[in-house]
């Protein structure tokens, strides 16, 4: 099975292990947690699925600096967008650049948090302040922060040694022991490891531990890395795996990362890279087209979350602008992949039939997610050997936010085609099974359905489960076709 034949372009993912470690007593209400190959929030019911802009990357170091070394930026404007328009997860890095940066760090050499700009003179506390007070708003707002320690090529202490610095373990502690009491922070310790610590992975290995041992709370720990062999397999707190793969081929990366997510476990997270947008058959789809059908397909492949990289909400990146409904899409996959119990389900391509692109199911099928991109009127989304049951039926544009809900329809054993009352080219069908196995009979059900018609609205919420809202637009009597092999 293959998916997406369309485009080409640069991904990264996030890779977690299924190890579920056991929430510390200081793990925070509302905070990520491990369950299963996804997450959830500590004592927060629910699924998570995390979709936001991973731009700007140079988010903390935005703005005019001013003496104290504090920044007057857009900063609050880019997160009062997000929270307009859509979105629930940003990735945010701390160390870019510095007064004397090598190995082809990015930014200016203003962008970090020490006096003077020299690492060796340690952290501004100024700084640490003010990135306290913003990622806090972030936080009110129900936003997720990658808070990554070092970009790609930045090593602000010099190559690796056998032994992390004074000076660095210093650093390391004062961001943690600062930000730890935030729920909404993922630790992730450096961006393209291998450009810095290809080699060195007991070095990475140490600043985890550094990082894990001065957090009270335990958020959970992650790794940038280039390739998709994770080299902290065995770590005992590095949990996740950024992935930055620049394979152009989103076939063989969805493929990849579902054949990883199935055989190894994985969790994944993938960031779509909007330079790659230059590939021969990107005409053929907006690019809000492009980044939302690659973004559904990264988490009908098993991701718990997908950060759209360059989507960088106010400024420009590469000449990539952020409208409106790039954003608006980001939620509109918030709100179905939140409705739906993640928990116990599992990328099954081996299951996909005719233009169904994705299925995700959990044992015994009491749910499955089908997900198909480009329908003509009419086209049927398939399952193959669903189980024997009755089912309720949600039929949702990814594209629109459009919702059509069926009462129970007939299904038996075998290969199944559902058919939208409404014509949505990019269609999600959620078919939940409501009825005991030991009591269905083909004779005793209908094969038709009556459905209503609605429209999921942005959630205006401010929980920490970040539950979508539903505002209802229509209500019809409608017929769905139901087909069984």
Not at 104 to 125: E, K, R, S
Request: hydrophobic share 40%.
């Amino acid at each position: 099975m293959v998916i997406l034949r369309e485009h080409t372009w640069c991904i990264v993912a996030l890779f977690a292990f299924t190890l579920v470690l056991q929430p510390a007593k200081g793990v925070l209400d509302g905070q990520l947690v491990r369950d299963g190959i996804w997450l959830t929030r500590h004592n927060v019911p629910g699924s998570v699925a995390l979709v936001g802009p991973g731009d700007p990357e140079g988010f903390l170091h935005l703005g005019s600096k001013l003496a104290d070394g504090t920044r007057q930026g857009p900063q609050k404007t880019i997160v009062d967008r997000i929270v307009a328009e859509g979105g629930n997860c940003m990735s945010v890095t701390a160390v870019r650049s510095f007064y004397q940066s090598v190995n082809d760090a990015d930014g200016d050499v203003t962008q970090n948090p020490f006096i003077n700009d020299n690492p060796w003179l340690g952290i501004n506390a100024n700084v640490l302040n003010q990135w306290y007070d913003w990622l806090q708003y972030m936080e009110s707002k129900n936003i997720t922060v990658f808070f990554t320690f070092y970009d790609d090529g930045a090593a602000p202490y010099g190559l690796p040694q056998a032994d992390i610095t004074l000076e660095e373990k210093a650093f390391v502690v004062a961001v943690v022991q600062k930000l730890q009491s935030l729920h909404n922070v993922v630790w992730v310790v450096t961006s393209e490891y291998e450009d810095v610590y290809q080699g060195k992975e007991n070095y990475i290995e140490g600043l985890a531990a550094l990082i894990r041992a001065n957090d009270a709370h335990t958020h959970l720990i992650g790794v940038h890395q280039l390739d998709t062999s994770f080299k902290f397999k065995s770590s005992a707190v590095i949990e996740l795996q950024l992935l930055h793969t620049n394979v152009r081929s989103p076939t063989t990366t969805v493929a990849d990362a579902v054949a990883i997510a199935q055989n190894n476990g994985y969790a994944v997270i993938f960031t779509d890279s909007n330079q790659h947008f230059s590939g021969t058959h990107i005409s053929a789809w907006p690019r809000e087209a492009a980044v939302r059908r690659y973004s559904w397909a990264a988490m009908l492949g098993g991701t718990p979350g997908v950060l759209v990289s360059q989507m960088a909400v106010v400024t420009n990146d590469n000449g990539f602008q952020t409208t409106n409904k790039h954003l608006n899409d980001l939620q509109t996959q918030i709100n179905f992949f939140e409705q739906v119990p993640l928990n116990g389900l599992k990328p099954m391509l081996h299951r996909t039939l005719g233009a169904t692109l994705g299925v995700l199911a959990d044992q015994g099928d009491s749910n499955v997610i089908l997900w198909a991109s480009n329908l003509f009127v009419g086209q049927p989304i398939a399952v193959k050997d669903l189980q024997v049951g009755m089912y309720t039926v949600q039929f949702f544009s990814s594209d629109t936010g459009q919702l059509v809900t069926t009462n129970t329809a007939q299904r038996v054993t075998g290969d199944a085609q559902f058919v939208s009352p409404v014509y949505m080219p990019e269609l999600a069908v959620w078919l939940h099974r409501t009825s005991d196995l030991s009591t269905m009979t083909q004779e005793n059900t209908p094969t038709t359905s009556t459905a209503t018609t609605t429209t999921v609205a942005r959630s205006s919420s401010t929980s920490s489960s970040s539950s979508s809202s539903t505002t209802s637009t229509s209500s019809t009597s409608t017929t769905s076709t139901v087909t069984t092999t």
